[in-house]
């Protein structure tokens, strides 16, 4: 998978999943403000990231993830480091 198919992959789901507007979205816009997230919404976030890129994320993995593309990034290294499922 190419970083642009993630990227449209996750502005999809961040757009459909989450309700976000799509003109929010932008690599240096800050995940947790632009999605307005709150705790229970990193739970789904997790959920939605390893049903659909087949990965697990480790909790403590989202504490460094600031921006979106941060988001992109992680999402990308998982996918690409073959630590899957």
Do not use: W
Not at 6 to 16: A, C, S
Not at 47 to 63: N, T
Request: aromatic letters at 10%; proline letters at 2%.
């Amino acid at each position: 998978m190419t970083i642009e198919q993630i990227i449209e992959k996750i502005n999809y789901l961040l757009v459909e999943e989450f309700e976000v507007d799509a003109d929010k979205i932008s690599p240096e816009a800050n995940l947790k403000e632009t999605l307005e997230l709150d705790s229970l919404d990193y739970i789904d976030m997790v959920v939605v990231l390893e049903h659909h890129f087949g990965f697990k994320v480790k909790p403590e993995d989202f504490i460094s993830i600031e921006s979106i593309q941060d988001f992109y990034d992680y999402t990308a290294q998982r996918i690409n480091s073959k630590e899957l499922v």
